[in-house]
């Protein structure tokens, strides 16, 4: 398994470990020290996914008010906005069952 730093910035990174042949088992984390605000990294270059892949945070947020899963798509151009919430949990997304 390979492991690249994705989005890097003071209080926000972006990280996946990921086989090189995109064969499902690639994993996206994604994490932030931020506690009073919501952090929203746009237009996160991922690897390890294909376009169009349907990838899900593998973390249930205990806090969350919602039962929606906290799934996003993967672009055409490879790229994901992810958002944690104040005070949330650390993501970690993998291909969606």
Known sequence: MSQDGLYVKENEYVFARYNNDSDGRSLLFALTNQIKDDVTMTGVKVVGFKAN????????????????????TVSADLKVDITIKAGGLPKIYAVAA
């Not at 892949?53 to 996003?72: A, G, M, R, W």
């Open 53 to 72: 892949t349907k990838i899900c945070n593998l973390v249930k947020d205990p806090t969350s008010k919602s039962n929606d899963d906290d799934c996003l």
